[in-house]
């Protein structure tokens, strides 16, 4: 009995350590050594165009391609994500698997050269000032978010994506410029531009007149600013000069007035009203100057720099002191003035050739052409010649009327001079006795004036 209950306990504990074994194994599985997982870096999908010194990664470690482009990890047996990249190329990876029954696995694989195509360009130019054209250095120049800064030779470099951009100049003491430039990609664009000083200026401006108004303007007449230059005023608009900050000597003159003169001082950004007043020339007495046979005048205008005068007088009979007044001249392409036979009318002009072109009520209107020169006043007095009578009419008995002068003294005489007042204002009619009434008048007048001359002298 004994014997068979030890044989039946043997048997038990023989199960009961199969058991326990299995157990374990199932617990604890088995792991394979180490194996290594290898290959190559190469271009592409060539595999002979090795690449040396790629950066490889897998399972946390970093190994460097060596000339053959070749690379290797020691590693379990496992699936692992190899990556690798290279200067020139786009990074690459692969999946590699390293069996448990196999000692290596190789996972070579390629990587794509990185894309050629050019997607900047680069604008390029040279900044430089307005007025003068030199370089301006250490300026701003800023565009689709890049500034760049200009060198000693004022050239500058932007690379941007390919479009199109508005540079923007900035630099102390000039105002800001712009400039429009577009770039194509892989390419350069040359785009120089300048930028203007910031102005200082101000202005002068104002109106030529007489008798304390400038309602009552003086037209035309020749303004100048000393050490600027010189305009025309023609009386629809003010004379303006933009010039910089300080004092300046303005002077007026036209026809048959004496020239006007004044100081103005001009600050920056502010406009000044500078007008000028002009009179009328006065002989002693208070009677207007030229109102006798001859005209008293100081010898003529002076020119202004770069500028040359036409200037002259009209008259009639061959006899430079027999004036014709009023009388209207017009020099062509310039403006006209009225001639009143007090002083010689004048024109200020650039030297060039003009038509003079003069008319009279009661005279043939005549033109000629005169030269002006720089720096030179030159005559170009016109003389008229008076309109021929027209033929007298047939009366209606058959006989003809008797010639009749026809308002010789009325108004401002036509033979040289204002007469109305030799006749107390009046109008003389016609018929032999106003003729011989207007011969003694002009006699005395005559006389009048060469003994008024003697008494001045």
């Excluded at 003068?132 to 030779?153: M, P, R, V």
């Excluded at 400038?214 to 100048?224: I, M």
């Amino acid at each position: 009995m004994k014997k068979r209950r030890s044989g039946r306990n043997a048997g038990a504990r023989t199960s009961l350590a199969a058991a326990m074994a299995l157990s374990v194994l199932t617990m604890f599985p088995t792991f394979a050594e180490a194996g290594d997982i290898r290959g190559v870096v190469y271009a592409g999908t060539d595999s002979s165009a090795r690449i040396s010194g790629a950066t490889v990664k897998a399972n946390g470690s970093t190994v460097t391609t060596d000339s053959a482009g070749a690379w290797r990890f020691t590693v379990p047996a496992g699936t692992y994500t190899v990556t690798a990249s290279a200067a020139g190329y786009e990074a690459g990876s692969t999946q590699c698997t390293l069996p448990s029954d196999l000692p290596e696995k190789w996972c070579s694989f390629g990587l794509e050269p990185a894309s050629t195509v050019p997607t900047t360009g680069t604008i390029t130019g040279l900044l430089t000032d307005a007025d003068s054209g030199a370089a301006i250095s250490g300026a701003s120049i800023s565009a689709g978010g890049a500034t760049a800064y200009t060198s000693g030779d004022g050239r500058f470099a932007l690379t941007l994506a390919a479009g199109t951009y508005t540079l923007v100049g900035t630099a102390a003491g000039y105002d800001t410029g712009t400039k429009n430039c577009s770039v194509a990609a892989g390419s350069s664009s040359t785009c120089s531009f300048s930028l203007a000083r910031t102005s200082t200026k101000g202005s002068l401006q104002g109106v030529v007149y007489q008798n304390g108004s400038t309602s009552d303007l003086v037209a035309p007449a020749t303004v100048s600013v000393s050490g600027v230059g010189s305009v025309l005023y023609g009386g629809s608009a003010m004379w303006i000069f933009s010039v910089e900050p300080g004092t300046y000597g303005v002077t007026a003159s036209a026809s048959g007035y004496n020239s006007g003169f004044r100081t103005c001082q001009v600050r920056t950004g502010a406009a000044t009203d500078c007008s000028v007043e002009l009179t009328r020339p006065q002989q002693s007495g208070g009677e207007d100057a030229g109102s006798g046979e001859e005209n008293d005048w100081d010898g003529g205008s002076v020119p202004l720099p770069g500028t040359g005068v036409l200037q002259g007088v009209v008259y009639r009979n061959g006899n430079r002191a027999d004036t014709v007044a009023p009388a209207t001249v017009v020099l062509n392409g310039v403006g006209s003035t009225v001639y009143r036979g007090l002083v010689p009318w004048a024109f200020t002009v650039q030297a060039g050739t003009y038509i003079v072109e003069v008319s009279a009520q009661g005279y043939v209107a005549v033109s000629r052409t005169c030269v002006a020169e720089a720096g030179e006043t030159r005559d170009c007095s016109v003389e008229l010649t008076a309109q021929e009578a027209s033929e007298p009419e047939e009366q209606a008995d058959g006989g003809s009327s008797a010639e009749q002068p026809s308002g010789a003294l009325s108004g401002e005489g036509q033979r040289g001079g204002d007469m109305s007042s030799l006749a107390g204002g009046c109008s003389v009619a016609g018929g032999a006795s106003e003729w011989a009434l207007w011969g003694w008048l002009s006699a005395a007048a005559v006389l009048s004036g060469r003994k008024r001359r003697r008494l001045r002298r």
